[in-house]
């Protein structure tokens, strides 16, 4: 299992990302894993892929998440995710925290991503 950061959706889908080519090199890696994603996630990469890419295509990966993504609900995940978001006095966002929660709750150990503010998460190892 592993968890898919904003980060890597953006820099997969936007080309002039500086992140883009290396995340077409591990793309492959996403094939063989159980991928997890936060509702709060895939809005933050909607929200920049949609603004710098317009709506359609927004869409299309909205459905490439939807059909492809374990996309990990639970009503109290904003509440559970505070307790990071105070941890770590917002030097991570509210999006990530929910990420860092999750993983927690549903073991993940690896999370793909070009954030380096996972690196400081106890039990997170960034894949990048």
């Known amino acids: ?24 090199e591990l793309l492959p890696k996403l094939k063989t894993e159980d991928k997890y994603i936060t509702e709060a996630m ?7 892929i949609g603004s710098s890419l317009g709506g359609k295509v927004g869409y299309s ?6 059909d492809n993504y374990n996309i990990y609900h639970s009503e109290t ?3 559970e995710s505070m307790h990071y978001f105070l941890k770590y006095d917002a030097t991570l966002s509210l999006a ?7 993983m927690k709750e549903l073991g993940i150990s690896e999370i793909l991503s070009f954030d380096d503010d996972f690196d400081k998460v106890e039990g997170i190892v960034r894949v990048y």
């Open 61 to 66: 990966i909205f459905k490439y998440i939807t």
């Open 77 to 79: 995940l904003i509440d």
């Open 1 to 24: 299992m592993i968890y898919v950061d904003a980060s890597f959706i953006i820099a997969l889908v936007i080309e002039k990302d500086k992140w883009h080519e290396r995340a077409l």
């Open 42 to 48: 895939m809005i933050e990469s909607l929200n920049l």
């Open 96 to 102: 990530d925290c929910t990420a860092i929660n999750t």
